[in-house]
Protein backbone atom coordinates (compact mmCIF):
# COMPACT_ATOMS: atom_id res chain seq x y z
CA UNK A 1 0.00 0.00 0.00
CA UNK A 2 3.06 2.19 0.61
CA UNK A 3 5.15 1.43 -2.21
CA UNK A 4 2.05 2.03 -4.12
CA UNK A 5 1.53 5.34 -3.01
CA UNK A 6 5.36 6.13 -3.19
CA UNK A 7 5.44 4.97 -6.84
CA UNK A 8 2.45 7.13 -8.01
CA UNK A 9 3.33 10.29 -6.11
CA UNK A 10 6.66 9.82 -8.36
CA UNK A 11 4.98 9.03 -11.77
CA UNK A 12 2.52 12.10 -10.63
CA UNK A 13 5.51 14.30 -9.95
CA UNK A 14 7.03 13.41 -13.03
CA UNK A 15 4.06 14.27 -14.96
CA UNK A 16 2.79 17.54 -13.64
CA UNK A 17 6.66 18.68 -13.63
CA UNK A 18 6.76 18.24 -17.48
CA UNK A 19 3.67 20.35 -17.52
CA UNK A 20 4.73 23.09 -15.49
CA UNK A 21 7.97 22.98 -17.71
CA UNK A 22 5.44 23.09 -20.73
CA UNK A 23 3.67 25.94 -19.31
CA UNK A 24 6.84 28.07 -18.22
CA UNK A 25 8.75 27.47 -21.02
CA UNK A 26 5.72 27.88 -24.13
CA UNK A 27 2.35 29.06 -22.29
CA UNK A 28 2.93 31.79 -20.19
CA UNK A 29 3.49 35.12 -21.94
CA UNK A 30 6.52 36.95 -21.42
CA UNK A 31 6.31 39.48 -18.62
CA UNK A 32 6.76 43.47 -19.93
CA UNK A 33 9.45 44.68 -17.55
CA UNK A 34 11.41 41.28 -16.35
CA UNK A 35 11.38 39.43 -19.61
CA UNK A 36 12.28 36.25 -19.88
CA UNK A 37 13.91 35.88 -16.61
CA UNK A 38 10.70 36.45 -14.87
CA UNK A 39 9.79 32.79 -15.87
CA UNK A 40 12.35 32.24 -13.07
CA UNK A 41 9.73 33.15 -10.51
CA UNK A 42 6.91 30.01 -11.49
CA UNK A 43 9.78 27.65 -9.37
CA UNK A 44 11.07 30.57 -7.11
CA UNK A 45 7.70 30.60 -5.52
CA UNK A 46 7.07 26.78 -5.22
CA UNK A 47 10.35 26.42 -4.03
CA UNK A 48 10.17 28.97 -1.10
CA UNK A 49 6.56 27.76 -0.17
CA UNK A 50 7.88 23.86 0.30
CA UNK A 51 10.54 24.95 2.40
CA UNK A 52 8.38 26.96 4.76
CA UNK A 53 5.91 23.68 5.09
CA UNK A 54 8.50 21.51 5.23
CA UNK A 55 10.35 23.61 8.40
CA UNK A 56 6.61 24.18 10.05
CA UNK A 57 6.94 20.52 9.73
CA UNK A 58 10.09 20.07 11.17
CA UNK A 59 8.41 22.31 14.42
CA UNK A 60 5.50 20.36 14.71
CA UNK A 61 7.38 16.73 14.84
CA UNK A 62 9.98 18.58 17.27
CA UNK A 63 7.15 19.48 19.35
CA UNK A 64 5.47 15.74 19.71
CA UNK A 65 9.12 14.38 19.86
CA UNK A 66 9.37 16.63 22.92
CA UNK A 67 5.85 15.93 24.47
CA UNK A 68 5.18 12.18 23.32
CA UNK A 69 9.02 11.39 22.76
CA UNK A 70 8.35 8.70 20.44
CA UNK A 71 11.22 8.09 17.38
CA UNK A 72 8.95 8.72 14.54
CA UNK A 73 8.74 11.88 15.70
CA UNK A 74 11.97 12.26 15.06
CA UNK A 75 12.32 10.48 12.07
CA UNK A 76 9.68 12.51 10.76
CA UNK A 77 11.46 15.67 11.63
CA UNK A 78 15.00 14.94 10.10
CA UNK A 79 12.99 13.87 6.86
CA UNK A 80 11.19 17.05 6.41
CA UNK A 81 13.96 19.28 7.57
CA UNK A 82 16.55 17.10 5.06
CA UNK A 83 13.69 18.05 2.15
CA UNK A 84 12.77 21.45 3.43
CA UNK A 85 16.90 21.99 2.98
CA UNK A 86 17.17 21.30 -0.73
CA UNK A 87 14.01 23.50 -1.75
CA UNK A 88 15.41 26.16 0.73
CA UNK A 89 18.26 26.13 -0.87
CA UNK A 90 17.07 26.15 -4.84
CA UNK A 91 14.67 28.90 -3.56
CA UNK A 92 18.25 30.88 -2.77
CA UNK A 93 20.09 29.72 -5.65
CA UNK A 94 17.02 30.72 -7.80
CA UNK A 95 16.60 33.82 -6.62
CA UNK A 96 19.84 34.73 -6.90
CA UNK A 97 20.40 33.67 -10.51
CA UNK A 98 16.88 36.14 -10.83
CA UNK A 99 18.70 39.23 -8.82
CA UNK A 100 21.88 39.49 -11.14
CA UNK A 101 20.10 40.89 -14.19
CA UNK A 102 17.30 42.33 -12.47
CA UNK A 103 19.40 44.14 -9.45
CA UNK A 104 22.65 43.71 -11.34
CA UNK A 105 24.00 41.91 -8.29
CA UNK A 106 23.81 38.55 -6.99
CA UNK A 107 22.74 39.20 -3.83
CA UNK A 108 22.06 41.68 -1.42
CA UNK A 109 21.89 41.96 2.29
CA UNK A 110 17.72 42.86 2.26
CA UNK A 111 15.59 41.79 5.30
CA UNK A 112 14.20 39.43 3.38
CA UNK A 113 16.98 37.94 1.43
CA UNK A 114 18.93 38.00 4.84
CA UNK A 115 16.52 36.50 6.53
CA UNK A 116 16.02 33.50 4.46
CA UNK A 117 19.70 33.29 4.32
CA UNK A 118 19.52 32.61 8.29
CA UNK A 119 16.98 30.17 7.92
CA UNK A 120 19.11 28.37 5.58
CA UNK A 121 21.83 29.01 8.12
CA UNK A 122 19.45 27.42 10.79
CA UNK A 123 18.56 24.13 9.27
CA UNK A 124 22.26 23.54 8.16
CA UNK A 125 23.22 23.25 11.75
CA UNK A 126 20.21 21.47 12.32
CA UNK A 127 21.67 18.69 9.74
CA UNK A 128 25.01 19.14 10.84
CA UNK A 129 24.03 18.11 14.37
CA UNK A 130 22.57 15.21 13.72
CA UNK A 131 25.87 13.87 11.23
CA UNK A 132 28.53 15.07 14.21
CA UNK A 133 26.78 13.69 17.40
CA UNK A 134 26.91 10.03 17.86
CA UNK A 135 24.57 10.02 20.65
CA UNK A 136 20.82 9.77 19.37
CA UNK A 137 18.35 10.39 21.76
CA UNK A 138 20.40 13.54 22.90
CA UNK A 139 20.74 14.80 19.05
CA UNK A 140 16.65 14.32 19.06
CA UNK A 141 16.22 16.29 21.73
CA UNK A 142 18.40 19.07 20.57
CA UNK A 143 17.57 19.12 16.78
CA UNK A 144 13.71 19.01 18.25
CA UNK A 145 14.35 22.48 20.08
CA UNK A 146 16.11 23.99 17.10
CA UNK A 147 13.75 23.17 14.48
CA UNK A 148 11.34 24.77 16.63
CA UNK A 149 13.48 27.69 17.57
CA UNK A 150 14.62 28.15 13.94
CA UNK A 151 10.78 27.63 12.68
CA UNK A 152 9.47 31.33 14.39
CA UNK A 153 12.00 33.07 11.36
CA UNK A 154 9.46 31.64 8.51
CA UNK A 155 6.81 34.28 9.59
CA UNK A 156 9.53 37.22 10.13
CA UNK A 157 10.57 36.03 6.26
CA UNK A 158 6.96 36.44 5.36
CA UNK A 159 6.16 39.57 6.38
CA UNK A 160 9.52 40.78 6.04
CA UNK A 161 8.10 42.62 2.60
CA UNK A 162 5.55 44.72 4.91
CA UNK A 163 7.35 45.00 7.77
CA UNK A 164 10.74 46.73 6.63
CA UNK A 165 11.93 48.65 3.73
CA UNK A 166 13.15 45.74 0.96
CA UNK A 167 13.87 45.69 -2.53
CA UNK A 168 12.20 42.11 -2.88
CA UNK A 169 9.04 42.10 -5.15
CA UNK A 170 5.87 41.25 -3.22
CA UNK A 171 4.52 39.37 -6.33
CA UNK A 172 1.61 36.98 -4.71
CA UNK A 173 0.56 39.42 -2.12
CA UNK A 174 1.02 43.30 -3.30
CA UNK A 175 1.88 45.97 -0.51
CA UNK A 176 -1.40 47.56 -2.26
CA UNK A 177 -2.82 44.41 -1.66
CA UNK A 178 -4.35 42.01 -4.59
CA UNK A 179 -1.89 40.00 -6.66
CA UNK A 180 0.87 41.15 -9.00
CA UNK A 181 0.49 38.62 -11.71
CA UNK A 182 -1.60 40.91 -14.92
CA UNK A 183 -2.40 37.74 -16.81
CA UNK A 184 -4.33 34.86 -15.67
CA UNK A 185 -2.29 32.59 -17.85
CA UNK A 186 0.30 33.62 -15.09
CA UNK A 187 -1.81 32.40 -12.19
CA UNK A 188 -2.47 29.14 -14.10
CA UNK A 189 1.18 28.67 -14.53
CA UNK A 190 1.57 29.11 -11.38
CA UNK A 191 -0.44 27.25 -9.82
CA UNK A 192 0.59 24.12 -11.85
CA UNK A 193 4.06 24.79 -10.42
CA UNK A 194 2.96 25.25 -7.61
CA UNK A 195 1.36 21.51 -7.16
CA UNK A 196 4.09 19.91 -9.26
CA UNK A 197 6.67 20.96 -6.32
CA UNK A 198 4.32 20.35 -3.80
CA UNK A 199 4.44 16.53 -4.80
CA UNK A 200 7.42 16.30 -5.65
CA UNK A 201 8.60 17.55 -2.13
CA UNK A 202 5.76 14.74 -0.59
CA UNK A 203 7.63 12.17 -3.21
CA UNK A 204 10.88 13.06 -1.73
CA UNK A 205 9.72 13.11 1.67
CA UNK A 206 7.75 10.16 1.87
CA UNK A 207 10.89 7.76 0.48
CA UNK A 208 12.98 9.75 2.87
CA UNK A 209 10.87 9.12 5.86
CA UNK A 210 10.34 5.53 5.17
CA UNK A 211 13.89 5.22 4.77
CA UNK A 212 14.62 6.59 7.90
CA UNK A 213 11.90 4.70 10.00
CA UNK A 214 13.74 1.01 8.16
CA UNK A 215 17.39 2.46 9.68
CA UNK A 216 15.66 2.82 13.18
CA UNK A 217 14.34 -0.65 12.89
CA UNK A 218 16.97 -2.03 11.54
CA UNK A 219 19.18 -0.64 14.56
CA UNK A 220 16.76 -1.76 17.17
CA UNK A 221 17.13 -5.24 15.25
CA UNK A 222 21.11 -5.15 15.23
CA UNK A 223 20.83 -4.11 18.54
CA UNK A 224 18.90 -7.25 19.28
CA UNK A 225 20.84 -9.69 17.48
CA UNK A 226 23.76 -8.53 19.37
CA UNK A 227 22.26 -9.32 22.77
CA UNK A 228 21.27 -12.54 21.34
CA UNK A 229 25.18 -13.23 20.32
CA UNK A 230 25.98 -12.42 23.48
CA UNK A 231 24.10 -14.48 25.58
CA UNK A 232 24.52 -17.46 23.00
CA UNK A 233 28.67 -16.74 23.48
CA UNK A 234 27.59 -17.14 27.65
CA UNK A 235 25.82 -20.31 27.02
CA UNK B 1 16.08 36.09 -26.23
CA UNK B 2 17.92 38.29 -23.40
CA UNK B 3 18.92 37.16 -20.26
CA UNK B 4 18.46 33.34 -21.41
CA UNK B 5 21.77 31.99 -19.94
CA UNK B 6 19.64 32.90 -16.41
CA UNK B 7 16.65 31.32 -17.06
CA UNK B 8 18.38 28.02 -18.30
CA UNK B 9 20.86 27.86 -15.65
CA UNK B 10 18.39 28.34 -12.62
CA UNK B 11 16.25 25.02 -14.07
CA UNK B 12 19.21 23.03 -15.03
CA UNK B 13 20.71 23.38 -10.85
CA UNK B 14 17.01 22.82 -9.46
CA UNK B 15 16.73 19.38 -11.99
CA UNK B 16 20.42 18.24 -11.36
CA UNK B 17 19.93 19.05 -7.43
CA UNK B 18 16.45 16.90 -7.56
CA UNK B 19 18.79 14.61 -9.31
CA UNK B 20 21.20 14.35 -7.00
CA UNK B 21 19.10 14.05 -4.08
CA UNK B 22 16.99 10.88 -5.54
CA UNK B 23 20.57 9.13 -6.70
CA UNK B 24 21.32 10.33 -2.95
CA UNK B 25 18.44 8.34 -1.39
CA UNK B 26 18.80 5.40 -3.42
CA UNK B 27 22.20 5.33 -2.35
CA UNK B 28 21.19 5.31 1.22
CA UNK B 29 18.40 2.25 0.21
CA UNK B 30 21.07 0.01 -0.71
CA UNK B 31 23.25 0.39 1.94
CA UNK B 32 20.20 -0.54 4.15
CA UNK B 33 19.51 -3.85 1.71
CA UNK B 34 23.26 -4.54 2.72
CA UNK B 35 22.95 -4.08 6.34
CA UNK B 36 19.46 -6.43 6.24
CA UNK B 37 21.38 -9.03 4.35
CA UNK B 38 24.17 -9.21 6.76
CA UNK B 39 21.60 -9.18 9.60
CA UNK B 40 19.47 -11.81 7.86
CA UNK B 41 22.92 -14.07 7.57
CA UNK B 42 23.81 -13.02 11.40
CA UNK B 43 20.34 -14.49 12.25
CA UNK B 44 20.32 -17.50 10.47
CA UNK B 45 24.19 -18.29 11.83
CA UNK B 46 22.32 -17.82 15.37
CA UNK B 47 19.10 -20.01 14.88
CA UNK B 48 20.71 -22.68 12.99
CA UNK B 49 22.80 -24.74 15.61
CA UNK B 50 19.63 -25.05 17.62
CA UNK B 51 17.84 -25.69 15.21
CA UNK B 52 20.06 -28.94 14.75
CA UNK B 53 20.68 -30.09 18.00
CA UNK B 54 17.26 -29.26 19.71
CA UNK B 55 14.06 -30.98 18.86
CA UNK B 56 11.99 -28.59 20.61
CA UNK B 57 13.06 -25.92 19.13
CA UNK B 58 13.35 -27.28 15.56
CA UNK B 59 9.74 -25.48 14.61
CA UNK B 60 9.81 -22.78 16.73
CA UNK B 61 10.16 -18.91 15.03
CA UNK B 62 13.22 -17.03 16.29
CA UNK B 63 12.38 -13.94 17.67
CA UNK B 64 14.11 -10.84 16.84
Request: contains cysteine.
Amino acid sequence: MARKLVTSLGVLSLILVITALYMVFEYVPTEADEGIVQRIFYFHVPCAWIAFMAFGLVAVAGIFYLWLGGQIWDDLGHAAAETGMLFCTLMLVSGSLWARPMWGTWWTWDSRLTSTFILWLLYGGYLMLRVMIEDSRQVARFAAVIGIVAALDVPVIILSVRLWRTIHPAVLVTRQGGHGLQDPRMVATLLVSLTAITVTFAWLFLVRFAELRMGTRLAALARGIALAEVRSGDI
Amino acid sequence: MEHFGYLFATYSIIFVAMFLYVAFIWQRQSRLESEVRALEAKLKALTEPRSESGGAESGSKPSP
